[in-house]
């Protein structure tokens, strides 16, 4: 029996999972239904750019005994004068159908939809055979550069055999592609959005800003501009950043974080950054213990049952 195969979660607790409705494989409903046989009582799905399979997950939630966090990944405006460069932010117990969020992310994904056009555009000009249908039948949900990805690795497997090749060549940052968007929210506004829709805005994986100068500064700039959590725990060694690493030196990596968090009275975070079968990484690979995940939550939404409130409320207002 294939439910017989698949090992347990490391972690019960996963808050950083994506799903169809962004870059990941499986539909929200799958991936609660494999958080339940893994093992995993709450994790958090935070699509980019996208509440699309929020509704979807918790319904399944609901029905597989798995706790569901409304939850979202916001892709951020590159200011590089700033040191601001490739940002996500986590936005976590969102009211996703507020009207005030959903009026700022339909115009984040306008702003991503006319980029992905104009980069499919500059492909087409530099002699890549590939067409705007092509990339949106790979996106069922928000587009995103590994739809690019993926489109280029099926019509030209030399040139890019793997996703990682594409990411180091045409898709790179500062690469040929680079178009910025049209609109982009800046990191104290989308922090300031998600807080006024109830949530908890957490930075997401700094050890992955190979571009930014200086990761603990940029830390410690936006834990004045609004952030309330830094997340801590991520599989940094299935990325290229520690990839060969011992688990030593991952460790002492991570370590880093955890001790800048609590030196800024950041609330701690962590999750796999689950893809499915688009990155070798399991759900629940990284997250927190169910006791770190009791006391985040007490401390995000208030023990009463159903009392948002925020930690740190005025921190950086």
């Not at 972690?11 to 995993?40: K, N, Y």
């Not at 951020?76 to 507020?98: K, Q, T």
């Not at 959590?229 to 991570?254: M, N, S």
């Not at 990155?279 to 995000?300: C, D, F, H, N, S």
Request: a negative charge.
């Amino acid at each position: 029996m294939l439910e017989e195969t698949i090992p347990q979660a490391r972690f019960p607790v996963d808050l950083q999972v994506h799903t169809t409705c962004s870059d990941g494989s499986m539909s929200p409903e799958d991936v609660v239904a494999l958080a339940a046989r893994v093992g995993i009582r709450a994790l958090a799905i935070t699509d980019h750019d996208s509440v699309e399979g929020v509704d979807r997950a918790l319904d399944a939630g609901r029905r597989y005994g798995v706790e569901v966090i409304p939850a979202v990944e916001l892709s951020l405006c590159n200011e590089p004068e700033r040191d601001f460069v490739d940002l996500d932010l986590l936005g976590y117990w969102i009211d996703h159908h507020h009207p005030l969020f959903e009026e700022a992310l339909r115009k984040v994904v306008e702003g991503r939809i006319e980029q992905k056009r104009l980069q499919v555009q500059r492909l087409q000009e530099m002699g890549y055979q590939i067409t705007w249908e092509e990339v949106q039948a790979r996106a069922k949900g928000v587009p995103g550069r590994p739809h690019l990805a993926q489109v280029l690795m099926e019509k030209y497997p030399e040139e890019f055999p793997s996703m990682d090749a594409a990411f180091a060549t045409v898709l790179r940052n500062d690469g040929p592609l680079y178009i910025p968007r049209p609109f982009a929210l800046r990191l104290e506004d989308a922090a300031q959005l998600i807080r006024d829709v109830g949530g908890l805005p957490v930075l997401a994986h700094p050890g992955l800003y190979t571009e930014v100068r200086d990761v603990e500064g940029l830390v410690e700039r936006v834990a004045g501009l609004g952030v309330q959590g830094l997340e801590v725990w991520y599989p940094y060694d299935k990325t290229r950043v520690c990839r060969g690493c011992d688990k030593r030196q991952l460790h002492a990596f991570i370590r880093r974080f955890e001790q800048l968090a609590d030196r800024l009275g950041l609330l701690k975070t962590g999750g796999s950054d689950f893809h499915g079968l688009h990155k070798p990484i399991a759900l629940g690979e990284q997250g927190l213990t169910w006791q770190q995940y009791v006391r985040l939550r007490a401390e995000v939404l208030g023990t009463g049952s159903g009392n948002r409130t925020r930690v740190n409320a005025d921190k950086g207002a």
